[in-house]
């Protein structure tokens, strides 16, 4: 009965490689998001989508990009993974994009080797 | 865009003495103001939140205020047990729907 759920948990993998990140929600909420935590435990926002539709989209680079193949889900897939790229990435979800209350998923700690 | 400040960056407290985090932020348009709570190995979880129209709010321990005219609001943690160790994070909200988080603080509660 998890709100919000991530896969995978960890993931490891070499420089140059291509890996997604799956997120589902079942708060039957609209709007999604997924975060950057670095090792500073700074959390940044990466993109966010309102009913499958873009509507935060912060300086990230190309290789990072989301798909919403509905509501409920919200992966991210990145190309060409670099070390700097190494962190824990979170997905979240809200109502809807106005409402505030963000419910964060448990986390996928990635590391680039 | 929004900026938001948060001190102190760690904070040490005895259990039973209170704890208190202060955040301020800059777009005045800012109208939602959560705290969220961070353990190891977890999700942030929302503890508590604020929203423009009202200057304070208090569950149990925690309480939060607001100060719209200064832009800055706080976290107050009574009675701490060390269950409350974690990092917090504080967080501005424009009605884009956009957080702004502070760059957290680390309380350890020893007893």
């Known amino acids: 009965d998890t709100a919000v759920s991530q896969t995978p948990k960890y993931l490891v993998t070499q420089m140059g490689n291509d890996k997604s990140i799956k997120c589902e929600q079942n708060l039957g909420h609209d709007t999604m998001y997924w975060y950057k935590q670095d090792s500073k435990k700074f959390l940044k926002i990466m993109f966010s989508y309102n009913n499958k539709e873009l509507i935060i989209n912060e300086t990230v680079p190309n290789r990072f990009s989301p798909k919403s193949p509905d509501k409920a889900h919200l992966n991210l897939h990145i190309n060409s993974l670099e070390l700097g790229d190494s962190a824990v990435y979170f997905c979240a979800s809200s109502q809807d994009r106005t409402l505030g209350e963000q419910y964060f998923g448990p986390g996928t700690r990635l590391t680039v080797t | ?111």
């Open chain 2, 1 to 111: 865009g929004e900026n938001v400040e948060q001190h102190p960056s760690t904070l040490s407290v005895q259990e039973g003495d209170s704890a208190v985090i202060k955040c301020t932020y800059s777009d005045s348009a800012s109208n939602y103001f959560p705290w969220y709570k961070q353990e190891l190995g977890k999700g942030p979880q929302l503890i508590i939140d604020i929203r423009s129209n009202v200057g304070e709010k208090k569950d149990q321990r925690i309480a939060v205020t607001l100060n719209k005219t200064a832009k800055h609001f706080s976290l107050h943690i009574t009675e701490t047990q060390p269950e409350d160790s974690a990092v917090y994070f504080c967080a501005a909200t424009d009605s884009w729907g956009k957080f702004q988080f502070g760059a957290g603080t680390q309380v350890v509660v020893t007893p």
